[in-house]
Structure formats: C-alpha cells, structure tokens
C-alpha cells in the first residue's frame, strides 16, 4: 500500500512514521508526476494559505484535485482539512485550495497557537472501534457544517473533529505529533478498499 505524504510543508516525516507503523509505504509527494501509483495521499497540517499557494506553484493543485473527484483516497489534517473543504467561513479563507470535501471549516477557530491542547478523541464508526486517540489540536479549524454523506468518526466537546466523506478523511487535529497511528490505520485500511470504499480487486 503507497501513501503519499504531501511534502510542501508542515509534519511530513511524523506522517512517514505514522504510515510505517500502520503497515503502508509512504512516498513523499513534491510533483504531479509522483502522484502516480499511488494509494492515497496525506495533506499535512501547516499553513493552508501557504500550502494552497505551493500547491499552485507546483503544479499540483489541478492534478490533485482532479484525482479526488476521480476517487483517490486523500487524508487532510488541519490545515489539510481546510485545503479540502468547500466552504470557509470568516474572511481568511485560503484562495487555493482543492474543495472536494462537503463541509464548512472556521480557521484558528480552536484558538491561536498559545491555545493550543492535546485531548483523547474517541474514533467510532466505519474502522474505528471507539478507543480514544490522543490528539493534538494546534490553530485548528472548527468544523461548522457537514455536508450530505459526510460521517462523523470523532467529536471533541460535542462537535465534529474527524470527518469522512466517501474516499475523503479529514480531522480537525494533528493525528501524527502524539505517537499514535490509530487514525492512519483508518486512512490506509479506506485506501487498501480502494476509492469510494467500493472495492479494488
Ligand atoms: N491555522 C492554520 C491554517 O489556517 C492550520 C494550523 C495547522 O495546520 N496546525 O491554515
């Protein structure tokens, strides 16, 4: 199984390590061409304006969201998850991003980095089987609005902190800073059933 960890910017060895330990190969993913032959694909936190204008600069940003739409497994954190979404709220919203995931997202809405917390997310749903997670929350986006067909895995304080969408996963919190490799598990076991959980054979 080929993940690839987008490499522009932010946590790209901690989601490397994550992958290993959840049983994928991770292939960092600088170039359109890299994309090929892949399985997946992790957008790592960071920051989202900066990410989405590399993502243009390099070329990247139509070949991926093309892949998307055609049904390649992607996995956003943080400032992935905002790179996903198709609607911000407030005025800051990142001018590049790919919009395939059916959800509002509110920047910093967690607080600014001095705000910043670790909690235990218990992960439910499709591959998760409840057990808490610890997870780090740092600048990170409120989830405000689910689309149709968007599931929830995760709530923190009554809202929604990981989200699934078909194909498309994405969390709220960084998944890969506290040592744990549960969510990746869920990642890389939605991209070994391949795009849209419909089976590759
Ligand atoms: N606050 C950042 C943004 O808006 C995301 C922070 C993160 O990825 N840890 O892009």
Known sequence: MKIGVLGLQGDVREHQAAL?????????????????????????GGESTTIGLLL??????????????????????????????TEIAGPDAARHRLSVLDVTVRRNAYGRQPESFEAEVAVAGRGGDGAKVRVAFIRAPVIERLGRGVEVLGEWEGSPVLVRQGHLLAASFHAEITGEHRVHEIFVTMAASGSNGAGRT
Do not use: S, W, Y
Request: glycine share 14%; with cysteine; hydrophobic share 50%.
């Open 20 to 44: 290993e330990a959840a049983g994928a190969v991770p292939v960092v993913v600088k170039r359109p061409g890299e994309l090929d032959g892949l399985d997946g694909l992790i957008l790592p």
């Open 56 to 85: 243009d600069r390099f070329g990247l940003l139509e070949p991926l969201r093309q892949r998307a739409l055609d049904g390649m497994p992607l996995f956003g954190t943080c400032a992935g998850l905002i790179l996903m979404a």
